[in-house]
């Protein structure tokens, strides 16, 4: 039975600055999925950090690119801390962008005693800071969707929700519950119901720490693309380094297939 000595079972992409920078698609990166990873045996699952849209807009603008994914394949943060509110039965502050609000429709946010903090330029003013501030020392939890120092933007770099849960975390003296990646839970989270072990598992993003490093310490191969936000010397920042750094996501799946298969 050759399927039961197959190394790799599914493979885990990055969507921001892996398939594409805001509108614009990488380069053959819809070929690459289309046309030759679709036809390997693994399974694939699209999981992403963003919190700047629900997962509705994301397919919407995946698919007006050219990329053929089913909204099952999607495993996004904003998922995952809903998950976790659900767990804990506690209303939020919500600090995201209003473009991932569907993604929390049904969850009680009046009298907040917890505080959710994911991308929200348009929310990270004096106020809200300090309204979040005041109900983290009353004893809210502080729930970080991720905490990613920067992400890519057409015009250049720009700062993530990390700096201001950080800022939060120093003020109040408390650590915040991340959920996004790197957290290991996040990965294992999206292998469920897959039928694989981590080892069996790969990773393909542009962000060493959070991407590559994530996947490495839930036990899986990391591969780190020099797209999106990638800088030069980004490999140096885990250890140990990704198991691999190449071009980009079609140079990715030409490894795959040909390696680890």
Known sequence: RM????????VLVDLSGT????????????????RQLRRAPVTIRFVTNTTKECKRDLLERLTKLGFDIAENEIFTSLTAARNLL???????LLLVDDKALPDFTGIATDDPNAVVVGLA????????????????????PLIAIHKARYFKKKDGLALGPGPFVTGLEYATDTKATVVGKP?????????????????????????????VGGAQNAGMRGILVRTGKYRPAD??????????????????????????L
């Open 19 to 34: 398939l594409h920078i805001e509108d614009s698609a990488v380069p053959g990166a819809q070929e690459a999925l289309k």
């Open 121 to 140: 330029p348009e929310h990270f003013d004096y106020e809200m800071m300090n309204r979040a501030f005041r109900l983290i020392l009353d004893g809210a």
């Open 86 to 92: 659900e767990q804990k039965q506690v209303r939020p």
């Open 183 to 211: 957290e290991q839970t996040f990965f294992l989270e999206a292998l469920r119901g897959i039928d694989c072990a981590p080892q069996e598992a790969v990773m393909i993003g542009d962000d060493c720490r959070d991407d």
């Open 235 to 260: 490999e140096g920042k885990i250890n140990p380094a990704p198991y691999l750094t190449c071009e980009n996501f079609p140079a990715a799946v030409e490894h795959i297939l040909e390696h680890l």
């Open 3 to 10: 399927a039961a000595r197959r190394t790799l079972k599914a």
